[in-house]
């Protein structure tokens, strides 16, 4: 009997620093997480958000300088080349956001070091013919946004999501997998225990920040799930 295919490892928000996507690569994830902005005509890396005209970033609460130097994508994509690939995730609503990114993958020769996720599918929808080779995950996040998806799913339009782990069981993971979606990361798992859950559900991919339970899965060292 065949072994079953290694789960896709994606490590979360490792992009968005760069010396934290070198100790990513260093583990041998599948991808890097890096969370894009199309800010003032600059492509801006970072997971915090604006704060209209104040010159601040926020995140979950709390506040961070913005008048600092911002990571830039076209420097993550010169890090990038020949070291490990890039799970760029879609951020905000610049209509000019995929055209942009688009324009940089090609300048910097990186379209096959990438991937793409965002919960605006009309962004990854635009994908699709400048960079075919590039694999997009649908991201869901909660059940509302898994009902909208439910018609494009049912025409077997979608291969990919990335979808928050608490959404998973195994009646999803089954719904998915019989509507064609071949590749299925969750986000949001920290520890073994989520690790062997969501894997005994059926999930293709994990996408966490422990690096170690990352690297313990590529070598299939977790286990069974409990029952």
């Known amino acids: 009997m065949a072994a079953p295919p290694t789960p896709l490892i994606v490590a979360h928000r490792a992009g968005n620093h760069l010396d934290e996507l070198a100790e990513a690569f260093a583990f041998g994830v599948d991808y890097a997480e890096t969370d894009v902005w199309l800010h003032r005509g600059r492509l801006e890396v970072r997971h915090e958000k604006t704060l209209g005209p104040l010159p601040f970033l926020h995140d979950h609460g709390r506040l961070f300088p913005g008048w600092k130097p911002r990571l830039l994508l076209r420097d993550v994509l010169q890090a990038a080349l020949g070291q490990g690939r890039l799970f760029l995730d879609l951020k ?12 940089a993958i090609e300048r910097a020769g990186a379209e096959d ?6 919960p605006r599918w009309a962004f990854l929808d635009r994908l699709a013919d400048p960079l075919p080779q590039a694999a997009r995950f649908y991201t869901i996040s909660n059940p509302e946004r898994l009902a909208e998806l439910r018609p494009r799913l049912g025409r077997g339009e979608i291969e990919a999501v990335s979808i928050h782990s608490r959404m998973l069981s195994a009646e999803i993971v089954q719904e998915l997998k019989q ?12 520890t073994e225990a989520d690790a062997r859950r969501v894997l005994g559900y059926g999930a293709t991919g994990v996408t966490s920040k422990n690096l170690v339970l990352l690297a313990a ?5 977790l286990g069974e799930a409990p029952s």
């Not at 905000?92 to 324009?103: C, Q, S, T």
């Not at 070091?113 to 965002?118: L, N, P």
């Not at 990361?185 to 920290?190: K, P």
Request: glycine share 18%; no cysteine.
């Open 217 to 221: 899965i590529r070598r299939g060292e």
């Open 113 to 118: 070091i990438v991937a793409f996720s965002s």
């Open 179 to 190: 509507s064609g979606v071949r590749t299925m990361t969750t986000w949001a798992v920290e």
């Open 92 to 103: 905000g609503a610049e209509p000019g956001l995929p055209g942009a990114v688009v324009g």
